[in-house]
């Protein structure tokens, strides 16, 4: 039984689900057949944790009164997906690919135009640039405004080093989190543990909190950090259950 593409709904087709232990882990059945993701590869995986949550996951997905579910509703499976069959056969284009936020990281652009938001920024940004540094050896530049700025060959190098040192799950973690929160810097400070995912995508979103303390609520911008946090979560909970073994 195949896990679903990423594009239209599906109808729940499955009554029992299970988690069922192999000889390379454990792996997720519907109805006694294993899970298979779209390029064939079963949903099976080393932490009997993370594959109870897979389970929870498609015994939830479809329980809507015509059946139907999104992968919207298989957040863990999707970032599994990444893990078991995308990340192997291409580690180097993942890594080439979160390496490119070090051009384009969030904290390292700063408000030109509004010097108290700046300074915000500075309070709230500049320690994890910090931590960073301390982490890695990556000591990034900050600029005003958003033209590029050019991180030093020695700040990419400790930031290749370590992406080359993540597991193909801290891989796929961090391709959800970095993303997400617009920030390798805080990509890797969930990927280490360094504060709570409600934390990070606090700070990742400390310009459109700053806008709607003056202009007041937009329901489109709270809706898209929602979603922010709600992605940033996931991947912090599937990190926790992958280790829990």
């Known amino acids: 039984m195949s896990a679903p593409q990423q594009s239209s709904a599906r109808k729940r087709f499955w009554k029992q689900v299970d988690v069922v232990q192999e000889a390379d882990g454990y792996a997720v059945q519907l109805d006694g057949r ?122 990419v190098e400790a930031l290749r080093g370590a992406l080359a040192a993540c597991s193909d799950a801290e891989l796929a973690v961090l391709g959800v989190a970095a993303p997400a929160l617009g920030s390798l810097v805080l990509g890797l400070a969930l990927l280490r543990e360094a504060a709570s995912p409600a934390a990070l995508a606090a700070c990742a979103t400390l310009d459109e909190r700053a806008q709607m303390a003056v202009w007041g609520e937009d329901p489109e911008v709270t809706d898209r950090m929602a979603a922010m946090q709600d992605e940033v979560e996931h991947a912090a909970r599937f990190l926790v259950l992958f280790r829990q073994g």
């Open 34 to 155: 294993g899970v298979r993701l779209p390029g064939r590869m079963p949903l099976c995986v080393p932490s009997r944790a993370l594959a109870e949550a897979l389970a929870a996951e498609w015994r939830a997905a479809g329980q809507t009164a015509d059946g139907s579910f999104t992968p919207a509703e298989l957040p863990l499976t999707g970032i599994a997906g990444s893990m078991l069959e995308r990340i192997p056969g291409a580690r180097e284009g993942v890594r080439a690919s979160l390496l490119a936020y070090a051009g384009s990281d969030l904290l390292c652009y700063r408000d030109a135009a509004n010097p108290a938001l700046a300074e915000r920024q500075r309070t709230e940004w500049d320690p994890w640039l910090n931590w960073l540094a301390r982490e890695t050896g990556a000591r990034l530049e900050v600029t005003l405004g958003v033209m590029p700025v050019a991180q030093s060959e020695q700040a």
